[in-house]
């Protein structure tokens, strides 16, 4: 084979699965995304079970370096189920948080939005696993399936909650409503 003809053969390829105007436009996306975020709201159940606000104001999430870091992980569990409003409470259920890498995907619509955990927070904690516990958080492949979006400072994401050891079910509105492991996030941008 050519030269010439394989370098076809390798650019054929490497269009098929992700042209460079797709691959800028997820950068620049990402960019975009970077920076410190204060969580506004999170629910599940199409907004009947949610996270209480003053449990939300001890949460920290960054976005940078192709990654998002969570510094609590919450459970949406119910508690204090309440059957005349049928809603109820989420809770923290004793986990730190998580470091998640990032894969968008800004050409579909809605734009989506791939979240891996990658690690845990504080790195102290996942300093105290031992290699084989580390290696088998990173190679859990955990991965929640979502979409996003951004309208200037706030950044909104719904995923699907539970996508360990089956086929995520990514969303395909805001709602949250769609499937019971549906979680819809807010988060507002916080200022530099």
């Given at each position: 084979m050519t030269f010439l003809r394989?370098?076809?053969?390798?650019l054929t390829l490497g269009f098929l699965f992700a042209s460079p105007a797709t691959?800028?436009?997820?950068?620049?996306?990402?960019?975009?995304?970077?920076?410190n975020w204060s969580l506004s709201s999170?629910?599940?159940?199409?907004?009947?079970?949610?996270?209480?606000?003053?449990?939300l104001g001890q949460?920290?999430?960054?976005?940078?370096d192709n990654e998002l870091r969570m510094n609590k992980y919450w459970q949406l569990l119910p508690r204090n189920y309440n059957p005349k409003t049928k809603t109820a409470e989420g809770y923290?259920?004793?986990?730190?948080?998580?470091?998640?890498?990032i894969v968008l995907h800004p050409e579909e619509n809605p734009k989506q939005i791939d979240l891996q955990i990658t690690g845990i927070l504080p790195q102290s904690e996942e300093d105290e696993l031992?290699?084989?516990?580390?290696?088998?958080?990173?190679?859990?492949?955990?991965?929640?399936?979502?979409i996003y979006s951004l309208d200037g400072d706030k950044l909104t994401i719904c995923f699907d909650e539970?996508?360990?050891n089956h086929k995520a079910s990514r969303?395909?509105?805001?709602?949250?409503?769609?499937a019971e492991d549906h979680v819809l996030m807010v988060l507002k941008r916080k200022p530099e």
């Open positions: 394989s370098l076809s053969v390798c691959l800028l436009s997820a950068d620049n996306e990402l960019s975009s995304l970077e920076g999170m629910t599940k159940h199409g907004g009947k079970v949610s996270i209480a606000q003053k449990l949460t920290k999430v960054s976005i940078d923290l259920d004793g986990h730190p948080g998580h470091r998640y890498s031992s290699p084989a516990e580390r290696d088998l958080l990173r190679n859990n492949q955990v991965r929640h399936a979502g539970y996508s360990v969303p395909t509105n805001f709602s949250g409503e769609e």
